[in-house]
């Protein structure tokens, strides 16, 4: 009876620069053959400029190359289908001034479009109104409620987005995260097919 190595691929790779990719690179695998350690530095492909971003390595082609090198071996996939490699360039610290101009960019936008939504609802004249119930007289600027309603505006925004820079307040995902990541999701979908040599690519008009 032939010896069974269960294969897992990686749904997600990066990789820097031309190189080869090794099965170890884009798969776990779990057998008790000797064999284990040969079979995670088999090469698979090599990355050429040709590829430019990405490279989709379907399993098909991976466990038809092992069933020609170990016809000894059964090989069973569990998990994805196909691994996306991602070849990604050498990242370069990020220029303070580059970061600095961003941050102020994204500053003033944030700013014009809190006080543009403030201005069409009228929030000074709600507020006016809130203190003359309140209290039965008339203020131009009840600063008592307008000062505490900027410090929770600002709180409830880190609290939505579930962030301190990278400090997380707790386990469970912002909105924003799961926007990104459903986003993630369709992306590689798309890609997995339109990428895939193996399928039948139809181009978009």
Do not use: C
């Amino acid at each position: 009876m032939s010896e069974i190595v269960y294969l897992r691929m990686k749904k997600n790779v990066e990789l820097t620069g031309l190189q080869t990719v090794q099965l170890r690179h884009i798969a776990l695998l779990s057998t008790i053959s000797n064999h284990k350690h040969d079979l995670e530095k088999i090469t698979l492909y090599r990355i050429s400029k040709e590829d430019r971003n990405i490279v989709i390595i379907d399993s098909f082609l991976v466990i038809d190359h092992l069933n020609r090198l170990y016809p000894d071996l059964e090989f069973q996939l569990l998990g994805p289908n196909q691994t996306i490699i991602r070849i990604t360039k050498q990242k370069k610290a990020p220029s303070i001034i580059i970061v600095s101009f961003v941050w102020l960019l994204l500053f003033i936008g944030t700013a014009m479009t809190i006080m543009n939504f403030h201005y069409d609802v009228s929030m000074q004249e709600v507020q006016q109104k809130l203190h003359y119930l309140l209290t039965g007289e008339y203020d131009e600027y009840p600063l008592w409620i307008q000062i505490p309603y900027s410090f929770g505006l600002g709180i409830g925004m880190l609290l939505f987005f579930n962030h301190w820079f990278k400090k997380r307040f707790n386990e469970e995902p912002s909105p924003l995260e799961v926007e990104i990541f459903n986003y993630q999701q369709d992306l590689d979908q798309y890609v997995s097919y339109y990428e895939n040599k193996l399928n039948d690519n139809k181009p978009i008009h």
